[in-house]
């Protein structure tokens, strides 16, 4: 038949259509190049270059100056501690879900909303957290009034490194929780099972089987989170208005003119945090390949 | 005493997120002294200026859902019937801007298609919407790519595509009659999150200085007590109607999923 | 001596009652199967055995202990399951070292013991590998080495062949059974294999619909079935269709053919009931033995290698026949009018 003579044909005959089997990828691949690849690496190549393009490590050293380490430093301390909130809370809440024995119809609208307010971040974020916590905020107030707690006085300030991690677990939280679900979902009841049939205790089972098993889900998950709260600055910027040193923060400025004196410092900002958040997602990849290798 | 627990994270849990939320609502109506009122929100939706923005990203995320979709569907077809090697290169890319944070790739875009470049893009009006568009697809691209591939994956595309061939279809015609209506329940999902996250966005529009929706309630925020809040609830319902309407259309599935 | 006793156990879920009033006494070493298909609750009273869910009425003693007080992990119980879970986290050596690890073994105590159960099931050159690296039967003999560790007093095997391939299911099921035999421990079996069951058990337990239609040896269940199910559920049966002539002296008509048979009729004459016959029963050689004859025409022959199996139209009835294969004669063909020459005591008449 016609229709068997073309199949086969397109079948023993694919080095003659190779060049045409790439084309159809080239939309893509000049998508991507133009809009991705290339981008990064004008800035990565760009850190390492004088303004009139001669090689240099003036740009990275540069960066070692005291206030500009201090925003990194700041950087590095905001994601770390709202990547390690967000995964102790959201394994928390994602542990009482999965497994916490409550009804079956909690899961679904949990996880809906984790999808909503891992998305709500940036400029309304921040204004929500200003209605609530800021100086004339709602829980504030109610605080103030009904039970006689200042916030101000007991040192709480939402225009903070405190109120800015308080606030990146709006989103951050969510993250854990619908990332370490299906980790959470993965662990098979026959484990619990045979644990526990050999002697083990919920606590030894916990111990010695489960928890290994999702530490790998866990710290990747952390890798993640701390990426992702690095590389934020919508909300930074609506919630403190560019005076917090971050690098986020800084970078803008600096794409906005040049606040540092130094264009290519520019570039040896972003490539700075193109390593930072590279490596945390490498670790992540890593972390969740070695754990899948074992579930198989 | 499990259940102690599990329900009490869960209140925990419920509070942090629930309190936020009920204080933007509750400052949004307080504008008028002393009572609740609509005014915040009669005096946004009032704006000329948050009209104008609102329009302009509206726009820009159908543009770029548009683009994204011509973009990442026959591709993500084409690397799965013919160039099945490719795929985690593929995957890895579109996982990149989820690595290279927006403020860096917007700046790389400013650095490299100024006025000065082989491509001055920022150099005109329009050239800055196209690229402020190519920006907002590269943001959405891992979640559209994601969605797409998902939903190409609980279909047999290989012998679908042989089975339209066979009967003399085209390449266009096995696109829209056949893939595309296969996978729209997965292309809508993607088109919905990229709506999302096109609306709120604030760092690239900001950088590029566009009039878009981000910059416009981050100004607001900058001046204004009772408005910002007000925006806040809109930007929110935006957000868990986009995500509701993913929930729902998924609901639609012909073809069964399997569970990621 | 009676070592494992289920008296009146019932279990429900909701208003769902998935175990009816089941009572078996187990000897100490016995080898017994569940049988049944899925959802005749004999995964259910095997979990009950290991503690995992609770009977709704009824005891279990093991070594006349009452077990209802007794959480799953202080029953001293092994246990195999079909997904062999496992812990992906640990090499083998780990794993099997697990229940003897929480009893708080010293840790050369344990590496003798380890390697000796290893060296049970063969496997001592991969104690350093993980579950991911081996085959679903080396996986499975090391959850039974883990099941075997601790020495427990009862062996409890959920399906454990299901998920394996045909060749390593017969292989593997002689190797659990000799395993048990050297070691003398009180095994219960699950399966819905009944060549598995027929073949490595002492004694048989076939499950429908959450009640024990019949316990017994292999030998009993295959040749006495007490019920329909039974009888159709263990092994192949052929039906045929008969009608009572005469209770008092056992006659039923098959077709034209009147004959008798050697169980009591319940039915008046004339009522339709149904006879069961094994495949392997008669012969159609010249000369072979028996008191009966049904005439028929073949309708299939297939040549199976050390099996043919024939299958008949009797009077309507289709009734399948093996035969061993003999290579001086030909096997019947297609239309050939054949006479099968059976005894009446192969003839069993199904009440249930």
């Given at each position: 038949m016609a229709s068997d003579s073309t199949a086969a044909s397109q079948t023993t005959r694919p080095t003659r259509r190779l060049p045409l089997q790439w084309v159809g990828i080239a939309p893509f691949a000049a998508f991507a190049l133009l809009f991705l690849i290339l981008p990064t690496m004008k800035i990565v190549i760009g850190a390492f270059q004088t303004p009139d393009g001669s090689f240099t490590l003036e740009n990275i050293q540069g960066l070692f100056t005291p206030s500009i380490l201090a925003a990194y430093w700041i950087s590095i301390k905001i994601s770390l501690s709202s990547a390690l909130l967000g995964c102790l809370i959201g394994f928390g809440m994602a542990t009482a879900v999965?497994?916490?024995?409550?009804?079956?119809?909690?899961r679904g609208p949990l996880l809906t909303f984790s999808g909503v307010a891992s998305n709500f971040a940036g400029v309304p974020l921040a204004f929500a957290f200003l209605a609530t916590l800021?100086?004339?905020g709602l829980v504030t107030v109610f605080l103030r009034t009904q039970?006689?707690?200042d916030l101000r006085s007991l040192?709480?300030?939402?225009?903070?490194f405190w109120g800015l991690t308080l606030t990146y677990l709006f989103f951050q939280i969510p993250l854990m929780v619908l990332i370490i679900t299906p980790a959470i979902d993965g662990l098979k009841r026959e484990w619990k099972e045979a644990a526990s049939i050999l002697g083990a205790t919920n606590l030894q089972y916990w111990r010695m089987v489960a928890f290994p098993i999702l530490l790998p889900s866990i710290l990747g998950t952390l890798a993640l989170l701390f990426a992702n709260a690095f590389g934020a600055v919508a909300t930074a910027i609506a919630l403190t208005g560019s005076s917090l040193n971050i690098v986020p923060i800084l970078l803008f400025a600096q794409s906005r003119g040049d606040v540092l004196g130094n264009p290519h410092l520019g570039y040896a900002l972003a490539f700075g945090m193109i390593v930072v958040t590279g490596v945390a997602n490498a670790i992540y990849i890593w972390l969740r390949a070695r754990s899948e290798r074992w579930l198989k | 005493m499990k259940k102690f627990w599990a329900w009490g994270a869960l209140a925990f849990g419920l509070l942090y997120f629930v309190l936020p939320l009920i204080g933007m609502t509750n400052f949004s109506l307080?504008?008028?002294?002393g009572e609740y009122s609509f005014d915040a929100y009669a005096k946004v939706l009032g704006d000329p200026q948050f009209q104008q923005t609102f329009t302009y990203s509206v726009t820009m995320a159908l543009v770029t859902i548009l683009f994204g979709v011509i973009l990442v569907v026959p591709t993500a077809y084409w690397v799965r019937l013919?160039?099945?090697?490719?795929r985690p290169y593929i995957e890895f890319v579109t996982l990149l801007p989820l690595v290279i944070p927006a403020i860096v790739i917007v700046f790389g875009y400013i650095r490299l298609y100024?006025?000065?470049?082989?491509?001055?893009?920022?150099?005109s009006l329009m050239g800055t919407n196209l690229l402020l568009m190519f920006g907002y697809a590269t943001l959405s691209l891992p979640y559209m790519y994601r969605a797409v591939d998902t939903g190409l994956s609980s279909i047999d595309v290989r012998t679908l595509t042989e089975a339209a061939q066979s009967l003399g279809a085209g390449w266009t015609r096995i696109l829209f009659r056949i893939i595309l209506p296969n996978v729209l329940i997965a292309v809508l999902s993607g088109a919905f999150l990229t709506f999302a996250i096109v609306i709120g966005e604030f760092t690239m529009a900001a950088l590029l200085n566009r009039p878009a929706f981000g910059p416009y309630m981050q100004l607001l925020g900058a001046n204004r007590a009772y408005e910002p809040a007000a925006l806040a609830v809109i930007a929110f319902g935006i957000t868990w109607g986009c995500l509701g309407l993913i929930q729902l259309v998924s609901r639609f599935q012909k073809t069964t999923q399997r569970p990621a | 001596m009676t070592f494992l006793t289920l008296t009146n156990i019932q279990k429900s879920f909701g208003p769902v009652?998935?175990?009816?009033d089941f009572n078996m006494a187990i000897n100490k070493g016995e080898f017994v199967s569940f049988l049944?298909?899925?959802?005749?609750?004999k995964t259910t009273i095997l979990r009950m055995v290991a503690g995992f869910e609770t009977p709704t009425g009824g005891t279990i003693m093991i070594n006349g202990r009452?077990?209802?007080?007794?959480k799953p992990n202080q029953r001293n119980i092994g246990m195999v399951f079909q997904a062999y879970?496992?812990?992906?986290?640990?090499n083998v050596f780990d794993n099997v070292a697990f229940g003897l690890k929480i009893h708080g073994m010293p840790k050369a105590d344990i590496e003798k013991r380890v390697k000796e159960m290893l060296a049970l099931i063969n496997l001592?050159?991969?104690?350093?590998?993980?579950?991911?690296?081996?085959s679903g039967g080396q996986q499975q003999r090391v959850a039974l080495a883990r099941a075997l560790a601790p020495k427990p007093q009862v062996l409890l095997l959920d399906?454990?062949?299901?998920?394996?391939?045909a060749k390593i299911r017969v292989s593997l099921r002689e190797e659990i059974r000799q395993i048990q035999r050297q070691l003398g421990i009180t095994t219960i079996f699950v399966t819905h294999d009944q060549e598995e069951a027929l073949s490595i058990s002492d004694r048989v337990v076939v499950m429908n619909a959450g009640r024990a239609d019949q316990i017994g040896t292999p030998f009993e269940i295959y040749?006495?079935?007490?019920t329909r199910f039974v009888a159709s559920f263990v092994g192949t049966l052929n039906l045929i269709e008969a009608k009572v002539v005469d209770p008092q002296n056992s006659t039923v008509a098959i077709g034209d053919l009147t004959i008798g048979i050697k169980e009591k009729i319940d039915a008046p004459a004339g009522t339709t009931v149904q006879l069961a016959m094994r495949p392997?029963?008669?012969?159609?050689?010249?000369?072979?033995?028996?008191d009966t004859t049904l005439r028929g025409e073949v309708v299939s022959s297939h040549f199976l290698g050390s099996v043919i199996r024939t299958r008949i139209n009797v009077a309507g009835n289709i009734v399948s026949f093996d035969m061993f294969n003999d290579p001086s004669i030909a096997p019947p063909s297609l239309g050939d009018t054949v006479a099968l020459k059976i005894d009446s005591a192969d003839l069993l008449i199904l009440q249930a």
């Open positions: 999965v497994l916490g024995g409550l009804p079956p119809w909690i800021g100086p004339m039970i006689g707690i040192g709480f300030n939402l225009l903070s | 307080k504008m008028r002294r013919r160039l099945p090697g490719l100024n006025t000065s470049s082989w491509l001055p893009l920022t150099g | 009652k998935v175990v009816h049944g298909p899925s959802g005749c609750g009452d077990q209802s007080s007794l879970a496992l812990f992906p986290n640990m001592d050159h991969l104690a350093e590998r993980y579950p991911y690296q081996l399906e454990p062949l299901s998920a394996l391939d040749n006495k079935p007490s392997e029963a008669g012969s159609i050689m010249d000369g072979a033995k028996g």
